[in-house]
C-alpha cells in the first residue's frame, strides 16, 4: 500500500489536484462543460459586458466563459487565466475552431495576477475560485478592477447535488485498500483541500461576503438560484463526475468486484428517479456581484 512520508501542505495539493484537472481537460471539456454553459449565462448577465470592457477571466478552464465574453467585449480582448497548461491548450483549440481570435489565455495563479493595478472593468469566473487561498484571489481582483469595476463570479452552495453525494459515499465505500503511489497522493492533496475550514467557507454566502469586503469591496450582492442538467444514464453521470480526475483515478483503481458493486449501488440509487427524459441532476450554486 503506498504511503505518503510528510503531510501535504495547501500549495502542493493545489498543484496535485490541478495536474489532474489537467490530465483530464479533453474529457472535462466534452462531458462538464455543456452542462456549465447555463451558470456561465448567468454570469455574464450579471457582469453585463459592453464592447470595448477589458474583461479578465479567473480560472478559466477550457474557455467557455471567455468564448461567451469574446463576443461581447469585441474588438477589446478578453485576458483568460489558468493555472494549467493542458487546460489552456484545449481552452485555445476551442476558441480557434469557434474563429475567436479576442481572447489571450495565460498560464497565471489566481491568487497572483501579474497585472498592475485598476486596468480592467470586470473580473469574472465560473465556477473557478480556488478552494485554497481564495482570499488573496478576492484582494487580486480588488487592485486590478477599476475604481467603477465589478467582479461577479459562480461558486457552490454548501449541500451536494443528491447524485454528486451518492456517487462520494459509494466511492468512499468501495474504493481500493492498496492505492497506487498517484492516487494516495490524490487523496492526501483532497484531504487537505476538504478539511480546511476554508474551503468550507468557499460554499456559504454570508461567510464569503466577509470575506469579500474583507478585500476591500464595498458592496456584495448574492443571487442563488438552482440549475438543472440532464443524464440519459446513471453511468453518464457518474462519468460527468469522474471528469475532474481525481475520481477516475478511484474508479480505475477498484478490484474489479468493487466496481461492479459500485455500479450496482449507484444504479440502484437511480433506478426510481429516472425518467423517459433520464436522470435530472440539480446544481445549487451562489452568484456573487462584488464593487469596489
Do not use: C
Not at 94 to 108: D, Q, S
Not at 114 to 141: C, K, Q, W
Not at 269 to 278: K, V
Amino acid at each position: 500500500m503506498a504511503r505518503l512520508a510528510v503531510p501535504m501542505n495547501a500549495n502542493e495539493a493545489i498543484l496535485v489536484l490541478s495536474d489532474e484537472y489537467g490530465r483530464m481537460a479533453e474529457t472535462y471539456d466534452r462531458l462538464v462543460v455543456p452542462r456549465f454553459e447555463r451558470i456561465a449565462e448567468a454570469v455574464i448577465e450579471l457582469v453585463a459586458p459592453r464592447p470595448n470592457e477589458l474583461v479578465l477571466d479567473v480560472a478559466t478552464g477550457t474557455g467557455l466563459l471567455a468564448r461567451l465574453l469574446a463576443p461581447l467585449v469585441r474588438p477589446q480582448t478578453v485576458v483568460a487565466i489558468d493555472l494549467t497548461d493542458p487546460v489552456l491548450a484545449v481552452a485555445s483549440y476551442r476558441a480557434g475552431g469557434e474563429g475567436i481570435h479576442n481572447i489571450r489565455f495565460e498560464i497565471m495563479d489566481a491568487r497572483n495576477i501579474v497585472y498592475r493595478g485598476g486596468i480592467f472593468d470586470a473580473v469574472a469566473s465560473n465556477l473557478g475560485m480556488p478552494t485554497l487561498g481564495y482570499d488573496r484571489t478576492f484582494a487580486e481582483a480588488r487592485r486590478v478592477l477599476k475604481p467603477e469595476g465589478r467582479f461577479v463570479f459562480s461558486e457552490w452552495d454548501a449541500r451536494l447535488p443528491d447524485g454528486e453525494a451518492v456517487f462520494a459515499r459509494l466511492v468512499e465505500a468501495h474504493r481500493t485498500k492498496t492505492p497506487s503511489d498517484g492516487l494516495a497522493q490524490v487523496r492526501e492533496a483532497l484531504r487537505v483541500s476538504r478539511t480546511d475550514p476554508d474551503a468550507e467557507a468557499l460554499r456559504t454566502p454570508d461567510r464569503v461576503r466577509g470575506r469579500l469586503l474583507d478585500a476591500g469591496f464595498s458592496s456584495v450582492r448574492v443571487v442563488s438560484k438552482s440549475f438543472p442538467a440532464s443524464f440519459a444514464t446513471a453511468g453518464d453521470l457518474v462519468a460527468f463526475l469522474a471528469a475532474w480526475g481525481w475520481d477516475e483515478r478511484e474508479l480505475a483503481e477498484m478490484p474489479p468486484a468493487s466496481r461492479a458493486a459500485f455500479d450496482a449501488d449507484f444504479a440502484a440509487w437511480s433506478r426510481d428517479l429516472t425518467t423517459a427524459e433520464g436522470l435530472v441532476e440539480v446544481f445549487p450554486i451562489h452568484l456573487y456581484v462584488a464593487r469596489p
